[in-house]
Structure formats: structure tokens, C-alpha cells
């Protein structure tokens, strides 16, 4: 068991914000990703959607164990792009998130300090944009019961204030999604409730 804690900042949905400076113009975009493989789809898709674009700097924190941070400066000058991105997403302890900060130039060089403000700039506009929020980590609680103590079951699981999902076959299958936190202390009622009838398997 990981000892991250038991919530974390990211962003509330996806944020964009535009600007120019000296005739470049910046896009910034940030959207919560739950994986890595998540992040980097979001990072091709923009690099499709602005395929014109003089650079597509990618930055993202995505909770792993450990945590993976990634940034590069797609071809601006080392240090100048992707690591000021980087930076706002650490700065504002966000998790899960990723950014991307599109640049057409405009035919004038800002330098790497004129740089490194307008990417840092373009992240933190976009994530005042969107805004953040506090999240739990989850996980997946799959419970197996006959149809006798189903009843028993889907009452704690409502009870739980929790996300699941019932199917009906031979057995009763619930999945339930449910704070790490409180993930023991609901299979152990489960547990108890059915007096060890129920079959529980964590994904």
C-alpha cells in the first residue's frame, strides 16, 4: 500500500486560455487524466488538433508509484519550455493532470526568460480556467453473493454513499467504486453481514 495521501488536487475538467506576445500566440490546454497512457493520448490528440503549430509542449504529474512527471520542449531552447509547465503543475500540487502549451510563432525570438514566462503563463491560465478540486483515490471492489444475501449487501453498498454497479446471473455481482480509504472497513461489513458468504476480489 502506497503511503500517498488520501486526496490530492486536480483539475476540475478541461481548461484552455490564448494570448500573444510579440506576435507569437500561446494555447494552453490542461485536462485530468487518471493513467499515463491517458496523459500521453490527451498530449497526441492536441499534437493532431494543432499539427500546424510551431511547438506542442507537453507537461504531466500523474499519480503512479511513484509519481511520474514528464515535460518536454518540443524543440524550443533547453529548459525554456517544457520545465516552466512543469513547474505551475507542481507549484499548485496538482496530480493527474496534464498540459499542453501550443505556440505558433510570430517572427520575433522572446528569449529563454520571455519563454519561460509565457509557458508558464499558458498553464496557469488554463488552469485558472477550469479551477481545481480535491479527489480521493479509488478503487474497484468486485462482490460475489446468492440472491439470499443480495438484499443484505445492496443496502451497505447504498448505505456507503458509494458508485456501483448490480448484475444479476447465477449470483449477485456488485462493482463497487469505492475510496481507498474506506475500501477495508466495507468489505470487512460485507463480510460480516453475510457471514463470510460473499466472494470479494479488489481490481
Do not use: C
Not at 500517498?4 to 500573444?20: D, K, L, M, N, S
Not at 483515490?137 to 443480495?150: K, L
Not at 448505505?159 to 455481482?173: I, K, P
Request: charged share 25%; aromatic share 6%; net charge negative.
Amino acid at each position: 500500500m502506497s503511503d500517498a495521501p488520501e486526496t490530492y488536487r486536480t483539475v476540475a475538467g478541461r481548461g484552455e486560455a490564448a494570448f500573444e506576445v510579440q506576435g507569437s500566440r500561446f494555447l494552453g490546454h490542461v485536462v485530468p487524466v487518471g493513467s499515463v497512457d491517458a496523459a500521453e493520448a490527451f498530449v497526441a490528440s492536441v499534437e493532431a488538433e494543432y499539427g500546424d503549430a510551431t511547438h506542442n509542449v507537453p507537461a504531466y504529474r500523474v499519480r503512479a508509484d511513484p509519481l511520474r512527471e514528464y515535460a518536454s520542449d518540443d524543440g524550443e531552447p533547453g529548459g525554456s519550455a517544457g520545465k516552466p509547465a512543469l513547474t505551475v503543475l507542481k507549484r499548485e500540487a496538482l496530480e493527474n493532470v496534464a498540459a499542453v502549451v501550443t505556440r505558433y510563432y510570430g517572427g520575433t525570438n522572446l528569449g529563454v526568460g520571455g519563454l519561460s514566462r509565457a509557458y508558464g503563463r499558458a498553464v496557469k491560465l488554463a488552469v485558472d480556467d477550469t479551477g481545481t478540486l480535491e479527489e480521493r483515490p479509488h478503487e474497484t471492489v468486485a462482490i460475489a453473493v446468492g440472491y439470499d444475501d443480495s438484499g443484505t449487501v445492496r443496502g451497505i453498498v447504498e448505505s456507503a454513499d458509494v458508485t456501483f454497479e448490480a448484475t444479476y446471473g447465477e449470483r449477485v455481482a456488485f462493482e463497487v467504486q469505492v475510496p481507498v480509504a474506506e475500501g477495508d472497513a466495507l468489505r470487512e461489513r460485507v463480510l460480516s453481514a453475510t457471514s463470510g458468504r460473499a466472494e470479494i476480489d479488489t481490481g
